[in-house]
């Protein structure tokens, strides 16, 4: 079993949308979560940190339930502008270091 | 502020050639890494470093070295590419060891292939 797993997608849905993303990590060591966009291979930029009360900046909401071990992510008012492929990061202890581990990535399409 | 700077942004090598990427931050970063993007494989770690002096394999070493030069660089080293080692490489780093809140800072990354 893969330590990170996200649903590829693609999501694909109209502008205005609101559109959800789940995140299942198997250490339940795991210590810090992190929510990224992809645009087009270009490097991965940072959408958010998920914090273990939930969070919110602007349309975007993370939560983390720590009993299920996933992280969601929610996406209010879909623009055209959110289109692409949005990673989560889980980072786990490994030798007194935290290392971030990868899911695939969930893509989104949102059209017109 | 450059952030993190990545060179080549591209590269074609034939089997067997070696070739060096190189990366430098100017974040005053403890931790740098390595990650490799294959399409719908995620990105996957090759090798870290969580202080200068100190290098730990990843999920996929085989076939790469790393340097910690000093603080700021981190190289990747293809000592006879294959062309399983197409890919998109990207270096990042992330604050201070243990900070188990630190986010990642990317460069642009290099696409390499292989022939």
């Known amino acids: 079993r893969k330590e990170v797993e996200q649903d590829p997608g693609p999501f694909n849905v109209p502008e205005g949308a609101t559109v959800a993303f789940n995140c299942t990590y198997s250490?339940?060591?795991?210590?810090?979560f992190f929510w990224y966009r992809q645009d087009c291979r270009k490097e991965p930029k940072l959408l958010m940190s998920v914090y273990s009360s939930g969070n919110e900046d602007g349309r975007f909401t993370a939560q983390l339930n720590r009993a299920s071990q996933y992280i969601s992510l929610l996406i209010r008012d879909s623009k055209l502008s959110d289109s692409a492929t949005y990673l989560c990061v889980v980072n786990g202890a490994s030798g007194g270091s935290y290392i971030p581990t990868f899911g695939r990535g969930t893509s989104l399409i949102v059209h017109p | 502020n450059a952030g993190v700077t990545q060179t080549p942004k591209f590269q074609v090598l034939k089997t067997g050639q070696s070739m060096t990427l190189q990366c430098a931050q100017d974040m005053n970063h403890n931790s740098m890494y390595w990650y490799r993007q294959d399409p719908g494989m995620g990105l996957r770690l090759i090798y870290y470093?969580?202080?200068?002096?100190?290098?730990d394999k990843g999920e996929v070493p085989n076939g790469y070295n790393v340097s910690r030069l000093n603080k700021r660089e981190f190289s990747l080293r293809l000592e006879s590419a294959a062309p399983s080692q197409t890919s998109v490489y990207f270096c990042a780093s992330s604050g201070d060891r243990g900070t188990r809140g630190s986010p990642l800072h990317f460069g642009n990354g290099t696409r390499l292939t292989v022939t």
């Open positions: 470093s969580a202080s200068e002096g100190t290098t």
């Open positions: 250490n339940s060591a795991s210590q810090s």
